[in-house]
């Protein structure tokens, strides 16, 4: 893997609040050379707008890579952690090495090369709108293809956020593998479960 200490790879993060699913990171270099237009915060944006700017910015990037954590390394280390984790992945899976990472947010990940944490940074940097316009469509589309496996919770809405829809649908059909049980509204359900 060369460096190329002029290039910058931005980072961020989508699913740290949901009940349900693993967190998604993106990492991306965009190409100077190759601008991409249209570019800000994924939550800015609609969902095919979002889907043709994903496509545009696989094309067009220099490198792009994923990385993720599942509900059981959540579980496990805690969301925050498990976040680290993810971007550290997604760091770590791009074809270049970048000279700078710049994170969306106020916390950095230990990366191999500097790296600043940018708040708001989404709607200011390019690279880290194109990571997270990466990280929402990828993690989007894994939770139309859960709530098809897990029918009944509404996760194609909510994508796993605590909805109220979510709260009653947890309530009435109970916990399953792709909860996070480290979450108040799901350990409390757990814990109810196990005493009776």
């Known amino acids: 893997m060369t460096t190329q200490t002029a290039l910058i790879a931005g980072v961020d993060e989508v699913g740290r609040g949901p009940l349900a699913g693993p967190v998604v990171t993106a990492a991306v270099i965009l190409d100077p050379a190759n601008p991409i237009a249209g570019l800000m915060d994924s939550k800015a944006l609609s969902e095919s ?48 090495a970048p000279g700078k990472v710049l994170i969306d947010g106020n916390r950095c990940p230990a990366l191999p090369c500097p790296a600043e944490a940018v708040v708001k940074g989404d709607q200011t940097v390019a690279e880290i709108s194109a990571a997270s316009i990466l990280a929402k469509v990828t993690r989007d589309r894994e939770m139309v293809e859960l709530d098809r496996q897990y029918p009944g919770y509404g996760l194609a809405q909510h994508k796993g956020y605590p909805t109220k829809t979510h709260i009653q649908a947890l309530v009435e059909l109970g916990v399953t593998p792709i909860h996070r049980r480290s979450f108040g509204p799901v350990r409390k359900l757990v814990t109810m479960l196990d005493v009776n």
């Open 49 to 96: 707008k979002r889907e043709q700017l994903a496509e545009e910015i696989k094309q067009k990037a220099l490198s792009w890579s994923l990385g993720r954590c599942e509900v059981d390394e959540i579980d496990e280390i805690n969301i925050l952690q498990a976040t680290m984790v993810a971007m550290q992945r997604a760091v770590a899976g791009l074809s270049i």
